[in-house]
């Protein structure tokens, strides 16, 4: 059993950054592929990043050149920093360790709200 917990979600106004983290309760090298992922009322979660042991990352084409993810293995934490937010990306941000983000597979965190004003 791994437990995941997202930190580093709050308000903040349109243009500016946030770095989300998630720990893990044990180690996290295990898991070849670790995401975000992200959702809003009424629709479904959708994939923001995801970042491989090997470093290989892909990202949703709505956030590409402005989120960068990365994961320190040593540390069990995956990390998401998020620059130029917009209000669309406002929503509860989760992480994962199932690569293709199904939520009745794998461990998942609480969620951390983020919330961008325009």
């Known amino acids: 059993q791994v437990r995941l917990v997202e930190s580093g979600g709050g308000l903040v106004q349109a243009g500016g950054s946030l770095r989300l983290s998630c720990t893990a309760s044990?180690?996290?090298?295990?898991?070849?592929?670790m995401g975000w992922y992200r959702q809003v009322p009424g629709k479904q979660r959708e994939l923001v990043a995801r970042?491989?042991?090997?470093?290989?990352?892909n990202y949703a084409d709505s956030v590409k050149g402005r989120f960068t993810i990365s994961r320190d293995n040593a540390k069990n934490t995956v990390y998401l920093q998020m620059d130029s937010l917009k209000p669309e990306d406002t929503a509860v941000y989760y992480c994962?360790?199932?690569?293709?983000?199904?939520?009745?597979?794998?461990?998942w965190g609480q969620g951390t709200q983020v919330t961008v004003s325009s």
């Open positions: 970042i491989a042991n090997s470093g290989g990352t």
């Open positions: 994962s360790t199932d690569p293709l983000g199904r939520t009745a597979y794998g461990y």
């Open positions: 044990g180690s996290i090298f295990r898991f070849n592929v």
